[in-house]
């Protein structure tokens, strides 16, 4: 049974600061998107509530359409949220015009999935570092200024000042992607939406790509959205995690509040699925094998939207739509918030 001291049930949403007593440098609440009109309407995102601390890493996870990609087109200003507020350092961005959002789109930079498609083949690595400056003249103004930069950043993310000429197919994938890395750090930003960085690479550059971007942080205090379906990825870089579903937040808490004390039962089929490496666990848990395909998003299921693959689900998971159930996270730290009838108990088996 849970300790009714630690758990309430509430309105989902983040603090107003964050667990280290600081104002957020990002925070988004109640936003909602949705495309099409009519019985085409397409709710990618609906009522998400997040924040991000400076120098903080917050991954987000959950199968592909849950709506990942259309927040991280929200939060770097792409796309207009059709209700919520997004604020950076209490800043509404969609609210700026003319010089304030040139100079606020400094601010927020994004590392791409594909370093292949992601950097035009006809430009060298000093070009594609360099092109931010293009529009943004006033950040390193003097040419000589430029090529030093140029230098540092590619010293940054592991590179040599010699292959400031060479072309995009002269370098690796992982190579292609510290330029990517060392052209979001352009303009020196306070946040990076890194959108699935290091899915098309090896496993092995892959471990690389995500060093040279725990250093970065460690030594500039960029924060980064890290999106990914990669959950061994995720664990590893990240402080805290959002899981979505059908373009709602279903699970938000520390990264190991999450990993070892899943408390939806779609965030606990995520992880039962995810591989384990450590061979003494082997067989320690069994795998959630979910039924039924994901609904469209044109037709979300009323109540609990995760209510159609859930073998929990119970008659009021149809009629009512649930509210976030939060819970101390461990040692006192960040809360740990499930949006569920029914949310999964530490101890407790799934069924």
Not at 69 to 89: F, H, K, W
Not at 242 to 263: N, S
Request: charged residues 25%; aromatic residues 6%; proline residues 7%.
């Amino acid at each position: 049974m849970p300790d009714p001291s630690r758990t309430t049930t509430a309105a989902p949403g983040p603090r107003t600061q964050g667990p280290d007593g600081h104002p957020p440098l990002l925070e988004v609440r109640g936003v909602t998107k949705t495309f099409g009109s009519g019985r085409r309407r397409l709710t990618a995102l609906d009522g998400v509530d997040l924040r991000l601390g400076r120098g903080e890493t917050l991954g987000l996870v959950g199968e592909s359409g849950c709506g990942k990609s259309t927040l991280a087109r929200v939060l770097l200003g792409l796309e207009r949220p059709d209700a919520g507020t997004v604020r950076y350092d209490g800043v509404d961005p969609f609210a700026l015009r003319g010089k304030e959002l040139l100079a606020w789109r400094r601010r927020v930079q994004m590392v791409f999935q594909d370093p292949f498609a992601s950097l035009n083949a006809r430009m060298s690595a000093a070009e594609l570092i360099g092109e931010p400056w293009r529009t943004h003249r006033d950040v390193v103004p003097d040419a000589r200024a430029r090529e030093k930069r140029i230098r540092e950043l590619l010293s940054l993310v592991g590179l040599r000042d010699s292959d400031a000429h060479r072309h995009p197919n002269e370098f690796s994938g992982g190579q292609r992607q510290r330029i990517g890395i060392a052209r979001a750090l352009a303009l020196d930003p306070d946040v990076i939406v890194c959108d699935e960085p290091v899915s098309a690479l090896d496993l092995s550059v892959q471990a690389q790509v995500l060093n040279v971007l725990s250093e970065l942080q460690s030594r500039l205090g960029v924060a980064y959205v890290f999106i990914s379906h990669d959950l061994s990825v995720v664990r590893y870089i990240s402080d805290r995690v959002t899981v979505m579903y059908l373009g709602k937040v279903i699970e938000h808490g520390a990264t190991e509040d999450v990993f070892e004390q899943p408390r939806h039962p779609y965030t606990a089929a995520l992880m039962s699925a995810a591989p384990v490496l450590d061979t003494s666990r082997s067989g320690e848990d069994r795998e959630i094998r979910l039924h039924g395909e994901i609904p469209s998003p044109f037709d979300i299921p009323s109540g609990c939207r995760f209510r159609t693959r859930c073998p929990r689900a119970e008659d009021r998971c149809a009629a009512e739509a649930p509210q976030a159930v939060v819970r101390d996270g461990a040692g006192g730290g960040d809360a740990h918030t499930a949006l569920c009838h029914f949310p999964l108990q530490a101890g407790t088996a799934w069924a």
